[in-house]
């Protein structure tokens, strides 16, 4: 066991440090830029190094946005829209060159229309001449090229310039370079020289000249986004050892944008060292924090027996010490939140509940190391937060305490907001830092108060803690079990008093659980209570039953009172560690008596007839209610008793224990053993010490 806790305070120490340096390797600074708009700073903060500022992240994108604005819609000449264009105006002409079209304009029109082209009959007439329909289909033709090559603008365009995109160049372009609609359609018309021919290429336009420069969506979006990335990151420069911030000012906008700038700057440059200074760290953290834990473990020896907390109980202090180094980390190193915020106040409540207030306060204490350990000496927070915590320990009567009406956070409060106040005025701080830490640390015992009231009876059943409340609950003699052994088996219920003050009185002397002991002592019988005729203390005539029973059965009678106490204190609720005690009182011993009968009568068994199931008690406290229960009732079946009998039967009993192997599983040493018999002594000696025998007193007359 003691390797095994050794060993749980290593693997802690690893793991904090180890975390220190994942979540936050490096923290010489960064405690200090953590601050707020309008904070006042509490300290001059001057530039360790020279430095870029940066733009924030709305100033930065709205310069981008205005870049983008300024960018102007980009265009380009559709290749589609021309090669349709010219395929038009190649259809039209293609109607004229049937064979019956010399002689039937009427159906070309209707023809052509029936297809989208709007032809007068004049027109259909005019090129249904071949030479005519020649030349004007050679001038339209090599027109309308040359005009779509140079482009037609849209009609709604209004600037006196466009951006055009030809191939892979982009350039702006004078309108009057280009041409509109109106202007590319007067440019084919006033170009032919016969007033006829110009009335049919009026219609031909019509029906083929279109606009050809449109938007380029993708090119237009390149080059936003080029303009975008034009923007400058950073707005200047701050120089080595140059004033950000003096002391006392209140902080700016544009402050904390340097103070972010610099806390980029200083990741920037932890790359160069990232390995030399990881070890560091790692160092650093390890032992200071093995250390504290170290320290943890020697204290405890010197407040309360270390062995009386199971693997399970130091697994979860060491748990709780990992947690609140957990959430110091993340909270004030990693997301730079004030450490008044920490619950550090439920860990205190956890322990006091679950164990002490001895331990609790040890453990709060060393808490507080731990935190200005990992806070790189940020003291005064954690310092507040320490104080206002052990105010639950001084609080009289604390087991009477209704923790689940809040109760416990208004004595908690009440500290904090004095503490505060105190230190506060100390440092000349202002009202509203005051305020300000008051309210966080309203916030970390309201926190504190709500998890301890939701994870208390978890952590009870899960790590297996019997507190003192539960077993000073259970030393009430109202409590129905002991109700039932005091009206159905008095005899038994009289034994179990005594075994619990021999129990207690031992316990208490070697540093045990002494309520444990005595909580055990009272329930370790209860079994009887299934079948009360078979014991000797309670029913005089048990004899004349076993009488009437072969051996094996009387002893299975007997040993019987084990399995049936374990049920009926399971379906009470009883606690796992009385439970224990119940199945583990007896050890797997002889029963002599109804052995040695089976021995007289020559009758054939199995040793384990004879024998109770165990297992041996793996506790002091088993161990103890071990002994008391046998002495107690040896002592109770002798004709003479005087101070001599009594401590030859403990020694007796404890040697012959332990010669059968009863207490091999106990972590018992023989010094302790030699403590137990001398508290149980004096207690045996006046419960059946011989009394005076007083004279009759004879009336005189």
């Known amino acids: 066991m003691k390797d095994r806790k050794n060993t749980l305070i290593l693997i802690s120490a690893i793991l904090i440090s180890l975390m220190q340096v994942v979540f936050n390797p490096f923290r010489s600074w960064e405690r200090t830029l953590n601050l707020n708009q309008g904070q006042i700073a509490e300290r001059e903060i001057v530039a360790p190094i020279e430095f870029d500022i940066y733009k924030s992240p709305a100033r930065l994108e709205r310069e981008q946005k205005e870049a983008e604005e300024q960018v102007k819609d980009i265009y380009t000449i559709s290749d589609n829209i021309t090669f349709n264009a010219l395929r038009n105006l190649d259809i039209i002409f293609r109607h004229f060159e049937k064979p019956d079209s010399m002689s039937n304009s009427a159906t070309l029109q209707e023809e052509l229309k029936s297809k989208g082209y709007n032809l007068s009959q004049e027109t259909c007439q005019y090129l249904i001449n071949q030479q005519l329909r020649n030349k004007i289909y050679d001038y339209t033709a090599e027109k309308v090229a040359r005009i779509f090559e140079i482009g037609i603008y849209p009609e709604n365009y209004s600037d006196s310039k466009i951006t055009v995109k030809r191939k892979n160049n982009v350039r702006d372009y004078n309108l009057f370079k280009l041409y509109g609609y109106e202007e590319a359609r007067d440019k084919l018309i006033d170009g032919f020289s016969d007033n006829a021919g110009k009335a049919v290429i009026a219609e031909i336009a019509d029906n083929v000249l279109v606009v050809n420069i449109i938007q380029a969506q993708n090119a237009t979006s390149q080059e936003k986004q080029r303009a975008r990335l034009q923007v400058p990151l950073t707005a200047g420069k701050v120089l080595k050892n140059e004033t950000i911030i003096r002391k006392g000012e209140r902080v700016r906008e544009e402050q904390l944008q340097v103070l972010q700038s610099l806390h980029k700057a200083l990741d920037e440059q932890k790359v160069e060292n990232q390995n030399y200074k990881a070890i560091l760290s790692v160092i650093g953290t390890f032992l200071s924090v093995l250390l504290v834990l170290v320290m943890f473990k020697l204290f405890i020896k010197t407040i309360d027996d270390f062995r009386q907390y199971t693997e399970k109980q130091y697994l979860l202090l060491l748990i709780m010490f990992f947690t609140v180094s957990l959430l110091t980390i993340v909270i004030c190193n990693r997301f730079g939140i004030s450490a008044m915020i920490l619950p550090l106040s439920f860990f205190t409540i956890v322990v006091m509940q679950l164990f002490n207030r001895k331990l609790a306060f040890l453990y709060t204490t060393l808490q507080f190391f731990l935190v200005v350990i990992l806070t790189q000496g940020q003291y005064l927070q954690p310092l507040l937060l320490t104080l206002s915590a052990l105010a639950v320990l001084i609080?009289?009567?604390?087991?009477?305490?209704?923790?689940?009406?809040?109760?416990?956070?208004?004595?908690?409060?009440?500290?904090?907001?004095?503490?505060?106040?105190g230190f506060g005025l100390n440092q000349l701080l202002s009202f509203g830092i005051i305020m300000q830490r008051i309210l966080y640390g309203g916030i970390s015992v309201f926190i504190s108060t709500i998890l301890a009231l939701s994870l208390i009876p978890y952590l009870e059943v899960r790590f297996e803690i019997v507190t003192r409340q539960q077993l000073l609950e259970l030393l009430n003699l109202e409590n129905p079990l002991l109700k039932r052994l005091s009206k159905e088996i008095p005899g038994t219920y009289h034994h179990c008093l005594v075994v619990g003050n021999l129990a207690e009185s031992a316990a208490e002397?070697?540093?045990?659980?002494?309520?444990?002991?005595?909580?055990?002592?009272?329930?370790h019988d209860i079994g009887k209570l299934s079948n009360t005729k078979v014991f000797i203390e309670n029913n005089p005539a048990a004899a004349r039953i076993h009488d009437d029973l072969l051996p094996n059965q009387s002893a299975y009678a007997i040993k019987k009172h084990i399995s049936a106490g374990i049920e009926l204190a399971k379906n009470a609720g009883l606690p796992k560690q009385v439970i224990a005690i119940i199945s583990q009182h007896h050890g797997t011993s002889v029963i002599k008596y109804f052995r040695n009968k089976a021995i007289e009568s020559n009758l054939e068994f199995e040793d384990h007839e004879f024998r109770y199931d165990g297992p041996l008690p793996q506790t002091r406290e088993a161990a103890i209610i071990m002994i008391a229960d046998i002495v107690e009732s040896h002592s109770k079946a002798m004709n003479e008793i005087n101070p001599e009998i009594i401590d030859n039967l403990l020694h007796e009993t404890v040697n012959k224990l332990i010669h059968e192997g009863q207490l091999a599983e106990a972590p018992l040493t023989l010094k302790e053993l030699n403590k137990i018999i001398k508290a149980m002594h004096p207690i045996l000696t006046g419960v059946y010490s011989t009394r005076i025998e007083y004279p009759e007193d004879h009336d005189r007359n």
Do not use: D
């Not at 609080?395 to 106040?421: A, C, D, E, H």
């Not at 002397?509 to 329930?523: C, E, K, P, Q, T």
């Open 395 to 421: 609080v009289p009567n604390y087991n009477k305490i209704n923790i689940r009406q809040l109760s416990v956070s208004i004595y908690i409060m009440i500290f904090l907001v004095l503490f505060t106040i």
């Open 509 to 523: 002397a070697i540093g045990a659980n002494h309520l444990l002991a005595r909580v055990g002592s009272y329930f």
